[in-house]
């Protein structure tokens, strides 16, 4: 401890602080330079603190390291490539919104590799943790009685109000692509290959001025360093064989369309690499097929003479709903009912008015996943209007609101025990702050 006291005094030089220790939590010391760096990241990111900077950021911080020592104890440890992935998805985050790599680095003062070193440090921090806190609180699970006594024992003005949610079954296909089509887009990205080989034409103009991929279109192609498992695997296979930057790779099919690579940089197993991207256009015509071919399967569905669940096995290309007889899933609960600005707003416009079980005509919108046109037709599973959460339609709601509760209980008193048992200093002039949990400055 009396090194860690030392510190303070050793990083402060006369009237000109370079940094100081704020705070000590058992043999880990909090930095001032922490706190305002953390200040900076939640203000970019548009993160509101409630309360004072400077009393709220600081506890954030000894909380973590309560929860990091418990973790080694523990042997709780976070999967590295998971790591960098979401590292690149922030990093490239903070890019695109800057606008550039130089940016960026401006607004932090620091190069890439300190940002990105440092939010390794971070996020690995942050999934431990998340993983400790799953470990603390796996064992609590509300039994049905606990549920209704708890649901029972809510004033009613507690109980929470549930929006107008469906449950939404999907088929769709993409039209045909003619094969003149194809043969018309693979004919243009061998020629923008030959091009750059040739040293005719740089690859990252190419990229702005022709590339579907409109993102990574605004860096030239640049799509950042990302490891395999973040790629489709056909680019995937191709971008990590290649070793010439100057050698534009083959032409590449993925579901998003047709791809040339240049490779820029090789960082263990992670690569940054350009591309170009371009889609077959589909003609009008063969729009109408789709639909008209939809519209007599939606005429079969509504005359009972074919189920919509067999009619999705039978005709849908949608690979994550066709093994569930077409039932949308919602991705940010898991679960298959969705609220309406949750859908994506061409189906949440047509099933506001439609009835259970009605069956849409067809119509045509753009898949999420791949960025493509789709002809689609949807049948209306269920609607619950808005109303006060009750057992019969929101049970999983409510347990889920109970669990939260005593998830919350046992960690606040979990923090409470540790804060107890951990050697804890604050600065005087960081003191008198209204903490979370009382307690840090010892008598």
Request: glycine fraction near 4%.
């Amino acid at each position: 401890m009396v090194l860690l006291l030392l510190l303070t005094s050793c990083l402060a030089m006369a009237d000109n602080v370079i940094d100081e220790v704020i705070w000590i939590v058992g043999d880990e010391a909090i930095l001032r330079s922490e706190v305002e760096e953390e200040r900076l990241r939640s203000q970019y990111e548009g993160q509101e603190i409630q309360g004072d900077p400077y009393c709220v950021i600081p506890e954030q911080i000894a909380i973590q390291k309560l929860f990091l020592h418990q973790a080694e104890l523990d042997s709780v440890v976070a999967n590295e490539s998971t790591v960098s992935h979401q590292v690149d998805i922030r990093l490239n985050y903070y890019i695109n919104q800057i606008g550039s790599k130089e940016k960026m680095e401006e607004y932090f003062r620091k190069t890439t590799s300190e940002i990105r070193e440092e939010m390794m440090t971070t996020v690995r921090n942050q999934m431990i943790i998340q993983q400790l806190q799953q470990k603390l609180t796996e064992n609590i699970n509300p039994t049905p009685a606990e549920i209704h006594r708890y649901f029972n024992s809510l004033p009613q003005d507690s109980i929470p109000v549930v929006t107008a949610q469906v449950e939404v079954q999907i088929l769709s296909f993409a039209p045909q692509v003619p094969i003149e089509e194809t043969e018309r887009i693979k004919s243009r990205l061998r020629e923008f290959a030959e091009r750059v080989n040739k040293g005719e034409a740089d690859f990252a103009m190419l990229a702005r001025l022709y590339s579907e991929d409109t993102e990574s279109a605004k860096h030239g192609g640049e799509l950042g360093f990302l490891g395999r498992g973040q790629l489709v695997q056909a680019f995937a296979d191709v971008a990590f064989n290649l070793t010439d930057p100057k050698k534009i790779s083959r032409i590449v099919e993925t579901e998003y369309g047709y791809h040339i690579i240049q490779l820029l940089e090789k960082k263990g197993d992670r690569i940054n690499c350009r591309h170009i991207l371009m889609r077959p256009r589909v003609s009008a015509s063969d729009k109408v097929r789709a639909l008209e071919r939809l519209d007599s399967i939606a005429g079969k569905v509504r005359a009972d003479s074919l189920s919509f669940e067999k009619a999705v096995i039978y005709f849908s290309e949608d690979k994550q709903t066709a093994l569930n007889a077409g039932l949308m899933m919602n991705p940010q609960t898991g679960a298959s009912r969705f609220e309406y600005q949750d859908l994506p707003p061409e189906i949440a416009k047509l099933v506001y008015t439609m009835k259970e079980g009605d069956v849409s005509d067809p119509f045509v919108m753009m898949d999420q996943t791949s960025n493509k046109e789709i002809c689609a037709i949807v049948r209306l599973k269920s609607k619950k209007d808005v109303h006060k959460a009750n057992l019969v339609d929101d049970f999983q709601l409510v347990k889920s609101m109970l669990k939260n509760k005593l998830s919350g209980e046992l960690l606040d008193n979990w923090i409470k025990k540790k804060q107890q048992e951990t050697y804890t200093h604050v600065s005087p002039e960081w003191q008198g702050c209204d903490w979370q949990y009382p307690g840090w400055v010892k008598e």
